[in-house]
DNA sequence: GATGAATGAGGTTTCATTCAT
DNA sequence: TATGAATGAAACCTCATTCAT
């Protein structure tokens, strides 16, 4: 077999076993499994186990990183956001693996840590689903996908939090974050008028794919 | 000293070993140090490692939990929703190693990945900050932290991105996941007139405490 | 057990596996069960395998250098060089194995090959032997152990021969040598008088030990 | 390329890379490249990598072995001696780097190692040497070059050493060693007259070439 | 013949867990 | 209770050797 065939080929093990089993669970010798080869094919084309990983992280930051247009205002701005949203979401749905590898949950740790970390998450959403259904009952609460309102919550409550969590987080900063947060939730962020651009054509700049 | 307060103490000190060298790299004896004891005396509070980071978790998801309060729709309805945020940033606030361990990216590689991982993120970040900050200025994104925009941002693509990758995904469910996402970015998910509720108070449910 | 004893212990025992086995061939198994430890207790006690080896190295070298004593021309200049020859001879006879890791004809390959390598030696002086002993017959060769001298002969030499080997020879170089090594093989280099020195009293230093 | 050639020149390569990097740390791919052929091509002119070292040592024992010549009382003696020591240090000059494999210290270890052990020998010389430079200004060591008398008395003592650590050594089997070396420091064991043959001719042996 | 990809036995080292003191 | 010495399973990685091309 060619040998960069063979390499993609253990990459593309790798990130599925990565993926299932977690950095630490995966031995390099299911690496080779996975890619039909013994334990130590794998040493002649990376390495070290950690090389793997490393390698397959970078890749996807590229990939994400291009599949990201910069916006210009000039053109149909709500298009570019959603294609932006769409283009990342293509990444992911092109490569599951790798990206669970970075967006998971947990993504070091063994399986079963995994499962109850994820039930941990599923309980949230859970909750937050039924909560969010109530409220649109009750009219409180856009008509749409609850779940994926939760989900959206989650998300972003938990990358706030992650960035609060760093380092001391005064009460004013505290009562910053919860009311921008809720602004988000009611108002969104983009304005309405975006989704309708009105800006003469000629003033428009070319859209210009994003540099590495 | 009492066998509880070793407990505590033995817990305190594991969520600070945890959060700082993540599962994995953390050892059992690290964890005994922190608390000022032995490794072996470890074992004389908990059957394992596993079930130190396993209470650990569970805890945190009780204190999470209790934190949250079921919305009613009689009350403030605005007031709720910040409660509720406000009480989850308060868990993270008050115990930001435990809140590590479930949170953080890659939680459980080694240090030299995560600081990989880390900058992965932070890369994204600071790429959509900017750009937010850019449509500011055009008057395409609404006032406010920008910064604080990219968090909420990322960590809602992430989590819906982590649920998109468990499964198969059409190409209508995406683009259904690409219009709702940009229609909260735009109008967020809350109606605006449920800072002042109008429905009858007959329909309203009573507020009651999260179950655990 | 004591932790210094246990560590004299592996000492010993990896003394005795180096010298068995060669220092690759000895296992870091094979040194714990030769102190009757098992393996992970080795490293207790050593960070790696060789730095149990350097240790072995480190310590005879300052048997051996304490065990030598620096001349004084006041004294029995011969009973000096007698009590040195003694001393070192001591330190082998003391503790043959660790003597043997560092003076082997090639310490560190496996026990088949070290065989080949001895029976090379042992038929160079198998061969130097039977010559002398001719000689001897001859009235060429002083009375005494021919078998010692021959074992004199090769080491004198193949020491002089690493040291050669180590740069270009020149062919005048080369004559120097194999006038020196005659020279010492007819006289000896002790001037015969220093068994009974007559140089006055007060121009002689005095004994001092070696410095370490 | 010829058969015999190529072997030869993978002989040589190996030598090279024996002496360089010690036995173990010599990479049958090394020893390829060296050559300049592949791995593999190494397989066809040898059974396995012990056997080019095999085949490395036998060559030099052969041709040390008829590089001596035996003595002949009838011809010049010292002549003859001389002629042996030449044709020995000969072998060396020509091919130092097989030679080193043979007569290195710790000729299997790696570098590092190689480097400390060295060291200890290098240690005991400049120990000595200045110890025999003292001697020479007091008149007690003979003119001449004392660092290789002091190379001179370590290989012998270590090769007596080598010898005397296979089993055990009474006190009394210790104190004739003592006396012959030291005797042989003062005289050596050639007999002087050696160098000066008086032996009637009729009663001299033949020159033959030694048999391998 | 020549190559170099593939193999997998085997070695070093780590560390969760046990248990005698 | 507390300790920390001891254990040994398990994982990473190397490299001599094979063999299809």
Redesign the interface.
């Known amino acids: 077999m060619a040998k960069l065939d063979r390499r993609q080929e253990l990459l593309a093990a790798a990130s599925r076993v990565f993926a299932t089993r ?3 669970d995966a031995k390099v010798e299911d690496i080779g499994a996975a890619a039909g080869v013994a334990k130590g094919t794998v040493y002649l084309y990376f390495r070290d186990k ?1 090389s793997i ?2 390698e397959l ?1 970078d890749s ?2 590229v990939r ?2 291009s599949a ?1 247009v ?2 210009d ?1 000039e053109g149909d ?2 298009g570019q ?2 294609h932006n ?2 283009a ?3 990444v ?2 092109d490569d ?1 693996d790798s ?2 590898i ?8 063994d399986p ?2 995994r499962a ?2 994820d039930s ?1 998450y599923a ?2 959403r859970q ?1 937050l689903t039924e ?2 259904e ?2 649109q009952r ?5 008509e ?2 609850a779940r ?2 939760a ?16 380092g001391p ?1 005064s009460s004013r900063m ?19 008028e ?2 309708a651009p009105t800006t003469p054509p000629e003033t428009r700049a070319k859209l210009r794919p ?1 540099k590495a």
């Open positions: 977690g950095y630490h950690r990983m490393s992280v996807l930051f994400i990183s990201i910069r916006f205002t701005v709500a956001a959603k949203i769409r990342v979401l293509g992911v749905v599951p990206m669970r970075l967006f998971d949950h947990a993504s070091g740790v079963a840590f109850k970390i941990f309980g949230l909750l909560s969010l109530d409220g009750e009219g409180l609460v856009r749409g996908d994926l309102y989900s959206f919550t989650i998300g972003a409550m938990r990358e706030i939090l992650i960035e609060a969590g760093r987080v505290r009562e910053e974050i919860v009311e921008a947060l809720f602004r988000v939730l009611v108002h969104g962020y983009l304005r309405s975006v989704s994003r």
